[in-house]
T-cell receptor
Framework: GESVGLHLPTLSVQEGDNSIINCAYS??????FIWYKQESGKGPQFIID?????DKRQGQRVTVLLNKTVKHLSLQIAATQPGDSAVYFC???????FGAGTRLTVKP | GAVVSQHPSWVICKSGTSVKIECRSL??????MFWYRQFPKQSLMLMAT?????????EQGVEKDKFLINHASLTLSTLTVTSAHPEDSSFYIC????????????FGPGTRLTVL
C-alpha cells in the first residue's frame, strides 16, 4: 500500500531568475538552522547555515534570511541554474525530523 | 569535510529475505547516527536514532523488530530490514552529526532498496 508521508510543495522558475524558498519552524528556542539540498537519488547536502543571532547570511549565490519574530526562514538563490533543480529542506539543528521540503524545478 | 558512506548503494531482494545496509563515518567518529526512509516525491522520514553501544531509539510507528539497528563501533551503524516486503521498497539514508554545538548533519548517499 501507499505510505503516508509529507508530500513536497513545488516551485518552478525560469533559468536566470531568482528563487525564494520558504520555511517555517515552531521552536522559538531553536538557535541554529541549516538549509540542505537533495538532488534526485542522492543524500541531502549542506548549503548554508545561520545562527539565531543573525538575520541574514550570504553565500555564493545563496542567501538565508531569518525572521525570529514569525519563526520563518527563507533561502534565496540568485540567477537560478538548471543544476539548482533539487529538493530543499530547512532544518533546526535540534530536531532530526524534516519538514516537507520544496522541490525546485528550473526551466531552461 | 566529514564524509558518510553507505553500502550498498542499491539492492534488489526477494520478498521475505533480509537486507543489511551499512552506514560509515569515514573521517570522524559518530556516537549517534540517524536512519531515514524516503518514498518517491516525499520528504525524509526519521526512522530511528542509532546509539553506539546501546539500543536504538525508534520513532513512533517504526517496528523495531523489523528494522534492526546495530551501532557496534564509533564509525559504523547498520540497518537490517528483516523479512522484507514490497512496501519496504524505499530510499534509505543515514546521517551523522558534526561537532557540537552546531549539529550539522552529514548525510550518506542513500541506499535504494527494491523488494520484489
Amino acid at each position: 500500500g501507499e505510505s503516508v508521508g509529507l508530500h513536497l510543495p513545488t516551485l518552478s522558475v525560469q533559468e536566470g531568475d531568482n528563487s525564494i524558498i520558504n520555511c517555517a519552524y515552531s521552536n522559538s528556542a531553536s538557535d541554529y538552522f541549516i538549509w540542505y539540498k537533495q538532488e534526485s537519488g542522492k543524500g541531502p547536502q549542506f548549503i548554508i547555515d545561520i545562527r539565531s543571532n543573525m538575520d541574514k547570511r550570504q553565500g555564493q549565490r545563496v542567501t538565508v534570511l531569518l525572521n525570529k519574530t514569525v519563526k520563518h526562514l527563507s533561502l534565496q538563490i540568485a540567477a537560478t541554474q538548471p543544476g539548482d533543480s533539487a529538493v530543499y529542506f530547512c532544518a533546526d539543528s535540534n530536531d532530526m525530523r524534516f519538514g516537507a521540503g520544496t522541490r525546485l524545478t528550473v526551466k531552461p | 569535510g566529514a564524509v558518510v558512506s553507505q553500502h550498498p548503494s542499491w539492492v534488489i531482494c526477494k520478498s521475505g529475505t533480509s537486507v543489511k545496509i551499512e552506514c560509515r563515518s569515514l573521517d570522524f567518529q559518530a556516537t549517534t547516527m540517524f536512519w531515514y526512509r524516503q518514498f518517491p516525491k516525499q520528504s525524509l522520514m526519521l526512522m530511528a536514532t542509532s546509539n553506539e553501544g546501546s539500543k536504538a531509539t525508534y520513532e513512533q510507528g517504526v517496528e523495531k523488530d523489523k528494522f534492526l539497528i546495530n551501532h557496534a563501533s564509533l564509525t559504523l551503524s547498520t540497518l537490517t530490514v528483516t523479512s522484507a516486503h514490497p512496501e519496504d521498497s524505499s530510499f534509505y539514508i543515514c546521517s551523522a552529526p558534526g561537532t557540537e554545538p552546531y549539529n550539522e548533519q552529514f548525510f550518506g548517499p542513500g541506499t535504494r532498496l527494491t523488494v520484489l
